[in-house]
T-cell receptor
């Protein structure tokens, strides 16, 4: 099974500054999807950004961008111009791009999360 | 789009009791997922439905757990003979998949049902 590792349990950033959250994953597949989800306290999980492994260009969504290094199996999230509302748990997730009998093809595999604190 | 709704938000039960949770997905979404999240962990996949068919179950889903999605609309997750280890947040998510293809729109999550087993 694919594993997702987030090595930073907690991170802190000052408002308006930039922060990078790291994520690595382990897979033998060549076709897959990677995601960053945000879970504010007591609120629902929402998708921040998505990357298809076959795309070389890094995904961006406004202040959020990723650094996808396929060979290194690394998928970090950069948050620019951090805002107080960015404070949340951030989860990195992996999904196989190939449906087969040997994997949970429809499932997202999540890391343990990084708690991001934004200070004024 | 009213989002994914889950009921109840919180459930406290005594060990050995049965509990049932409900999930109402986004109306046009044909795919529905259940996840479990314990403190300090990311969500863990439990099971997946495409329309009314349960296509995938995790090994985490013991025989005390059963999920249904009659008529391909709402879904229920039942836990029989609850144990303290079942205490967790149970998350439901839905998405739109085009026909039999593997393509999946992003998952939309509900607020979850927090289960406490005493």
């Amino acid at each position: 099974a694919q594993t997702v590792t987030q090595s930073q349990p907690e991170m802190s950033v000052q408002e308006a500054e930039t922060v990078t959250l790291s994520c690595t994953y382990d897979t033998s597949e060549s076709d897959y999807y990677l995601f960053w989800y945000k879970q504010p306290p007591s609120r629902q999980m929402i998708l921040v950004i998505r990357q298809e492994a076959y795309k070389q260009q890094n995904a961006t969504e406004n202040r959020f961008s990723v650094n996808f290094q396929k060979a290194a199996k690394s998928f970090s999230l950069k948050i620019s111009d951090s805002q107080l509302g960015d404070a949340a748990m951030y989860f990195c997730a992996y999904r196989s791009g190939i449906l087969s009998n040997s994997n949970s093809g429809y499932a997202l595999n999540f890391g343990k999360g990084t708690s991001l604190l934004v200070t004024p | 789009d009213t989002g994914v709704s889950q009921d109840p938000r919180h459930k406290i039960t005594k060990r050995g009791q049965n509990v049932t949770f409900r999930c109402d997905p986004i109306s046009e979404h044909n795919r529905l997922y259940w996840y479990r999240q314990t403190l300090g962990q990311g969500p863990e996949f439990l099971t997946y439905f495409q329309n009314e068919a349960q296509l995938e179950k995790s090994r985490l889903l013991s025989d005390r757990f059963s999920a249904e999605r009659p008529k391909g609309s709402f879904s229920t997750l039942e836990i029989q003979r609850t144990e303290q280890g079942d205490s967790a947040m149970y998350l439901c998510a839905s998405s739109l998949g085009t026909g039999g293809s593997y393509y999946n729109s992003p998952l939309h999550f509900g607020n979850g049902t927090r289960l406490t087993v005493t």
